[in-house]
């Protein structure tokens, strides 16, 4: 209740301060949006120690906690519901806000005041929420002796650490967004907001790819289906922002460059946190079924409501200032760098496009036809996978490409290697085995785009390397003064290791299951699995089974695997898997699941061999790795050798 009354105070000091130029005022909003975060601390504190200390009284730790858990995971607990969730996004929020005050001085002045103003509306709005809709310190009239659990779903490593960074992605679109308000009110639509919002998209951008590549981890070795996305809705809204974040990062570039694309910069941002907040009220409307989302909730109209407001406002705020972001510059040339950056956009909002509709058509058939209507994976397969594979594409081809215009000489040098080299690999993989036509086409083009970013790291190295420096100082170099474009083919070379992974696992995926008594085998794939009985375990609050199996290759035993099921009684003996999962060499994974059982005497054993999945998430890590060092500041130097400066000299001529 302090954050939100303080929260409303930040707001209106700060744009008071601003109208009437009252330094004075802007520095008391400063104040207040860092004592709005101390109260968030302090009421995510008491929650936590609620958690802690067992105190079943407040409904909320009584329905999401119970004696028997961990200490770590009745610590998680505090945003494993809808009430704690939301004061972790409100918590996340003020910290984020309290950081940019800490920070404002990097920041343009006259922006400053109204990117406060924007974030405390936003965190006045949670705030409302929580204190008068959703507030997760409701106590109950007597407390129980012990607390309902949390579902065992959640009880994985996964609960520590997808949920509260899938949060924080959400909110942390946030801060672009206030950017890119107050640019639009102040008036100041230069490419000044745009350096000062990059660091913050760059962040959110991280942050939000760690949040789906762990969820995209969590549901592979928790649900027992064999993959790892299955283009849920929940799944589809977190997937939204992201996509919408990754066009601006390239399109900002253009506008940096060449003063073009300024309205598809302020239409990225804001619907960039649009999306965040869709996803937001998806998750806790229930609108849309979803294993993800909670029961159905009035709360979703009041997001839902908040989402209006910001579309509208946005929309008009932008239509006012529209002509104010005429381009400074036209296209020269379709075969240049900031035309490839628009295909590149083009290519994202498509894939955004399409996976929205998918999201929101059964809503849409259950409004027109009274009768919902579901879209599966295969549409966003056959309409995504095609849209991916030119993304990859485009992403070998344009740094390859010059601003402006490439002649068709240096475009042909430019490609030729990573041409020939894709070429081979399609030519060859049909001889490994590979015969699926997609299949041999996406490696070609995943093998393309790898090309083409180490034919690039090889020129830069090779520059540098021609005024004295040597091949690995020369690579250390490129990154530490270059740091947002060669994150960026980090970034891109994790995108396509984690495409091959997608490519592999999808289209040579095996599955086998088989009904199996102690002695009997099964064979998938070269392996051969032996069942040797089941073992059962029982605890007060649960009971737990699991399938003892010897795993064979080539006439040898490689291990003892044990997959098996925990039965939870506070939750109606729902049972949790325990999957075995066993990475080969060769980047195979051996996906074991026991679907049923009875007894120690027999078991229903269900196998997947998933090739190249390892990639996914070495993939996403590769991502994650650029994003860092995209963000990460780089060193000022007050005097510079002459011989690293004619490197750089020459590095930027070859880059031209």
Known sequence: MFALVIALYATIAAVLGSVRMLPQLVQ????????????????????????????????????????????????????????????????????????????????????????????MVIETFILLVLVAVSSPFVRLAVAPPNGVGL????????????????????????????????????????????????????????????????????????????????????ENAALLPWLTATAFLHSTMVQERRGMLKVWNLVLVMASFALSIFGTFEVRSGVISSVHSFAYSDIGTYFLTFLVIIIVFSTLLFVFRLPNLRPEQEFHSVISREGVFLFNNLLLIGITFATLWGTLFPLITAVVQHQEMTVGPPFYENVNGPLLGVLVLAMGVGPLLAWRRTALNALWRNLSVPVVISAICAALLPLFGVTSVLADIGFALCAFTATAIFYELWRGMRVRHSHGEPYPIALMMLFSRYRQRYGGYIVHLGMVALTVGIIGSHFFQQQQDALLKPGQSMNI???????????????????????????????????????????????????????????????????????????????????????????????????LIGGVICWWPEQRRHAVSKTVSAAKTAEEEVAV
Do not use: C
């Open 525 to 623: 794939a070269g392996y051969q699995l032996t069942f040797l009985g089941n073992i059962e375990m029982q605890d007060t609050d649960r009971d737990s089974i699991a399938a003892q199996i010897q795993v064979w290759h080539n006439g040898q035993l490689e291990r003892y695997i044990y997959p098996g099921r925990t039965i939870y009684h506070n939750f109606a003996n729902q049972p949790a898997s325990q999957i075995s999962i066993t990475t080969t060499p060769n980047l195979t994974d051996i996906y074991v699941f026991l679907a049923d059982w009875q007894g120690a005497t027999q078991a229903q054993i269900r196998v997947f061999i998933n090739p190249l999945v390892s990639l996914v998430w070495y993939g996403g890590l590769f991502m």
């Open 28 to 119: 008391s909003a400063k104040h207040a949006v860092l004592a709005v975060a101390f109260f968030l601390m302090l009421a995510s504190a008491a929650l936590i120690a609620a958690f802690l200390t067992h105190d079943f009284g407040v409904r909320y730790v009584a329905e999401h906690s119970s004696l028997t858990m961990p200490w770590y995971y009745t610590a998680s607990a505090f945003y494993g519901g809808q009430e704690g969730s939301l004061l972790y996004w409100g918590l996340t929020l003020a910290i984020f806000s309290a950081i940019f005050v800490l920070s404002s001085k990097r920041a343009p002045v006259a922006l400053v005041p109204y990117v406060m103003a924007t974030l």
């Open 151 to 234: 579902n065992p779903i959640l009880l994985d490593p996964g609960m520590l650490i997808h949920p509260p960074m899938l949060l924080m992605g959400f909110m942390s679109f946030s801060v672009p967004y206030a950017f890119a308000v107050a640019a639009m009110v102040t008036g100041r639509l230069n490419s000044e907001w745009l350096r000062s919002i990059r660091r913050w998209m760059l962040a959110a951008w991280s942050i939000q790819t760690a949040g789906l590549v762990l969820g995209a981890w969590w549901a592979y070795h928790v649900l027992g289906w064999g993959g790892y996305w299955g283009w849920d809705p929940v």
